[in-house]
């Protein structure tokens, strides 16, 4: 990838910032986000603040919305995107898992 003189890739530069503001997105399995590449951490502490599920670590990804189906009872749905795509935002997310997979496994002194 190639950077600016102020050594920022063109991408980078034009990423949006967004909030952190964690958000249930699962269904069927545990599945918390926000919208914004967010320290995994920092994160984190905000998911237990109001979130005791058992989750693994998190990555941060690209989604975009799309509708969601009629009568679904869903605003939206989150997919994944490339970075760059129409409509394409980053996104930290963190899934359900359990024992050496837990993010309180894998990052005990956080």
Not at 22 to 46: C, P, Q
């Amino acid at each position: 990838m190639t950077t600016t003189a102020a050594g920022v890739a063109p991408l980078e530069r034009q990423v949006r910032r967004y909030p952190l503001d964690v958000e249930n997105v699962g269904e069927d399995t545990y599945i918390l986000m926000s919208k914004g590449h967010h320290d995994v951490h920092e994160f984190m502490r905000a998911v237990r603040a109001g979130y005791s599920w058992p989750l693994g670590m998190p990555t941060h990804e690209w989604m975009r919305a799309i509708p969601a189906p009629a009568n679904s009872g869903y605003r939206c749905l989150y997919v994944e995107a490339k970075p760059g795509a129409r409509g394409a935002f980053p996104a930290t997310y963190v899934r359900e898992a359990w024992g050496d997979d837990s993010y309180e496994a894998l990052a005990p002194n956080a």
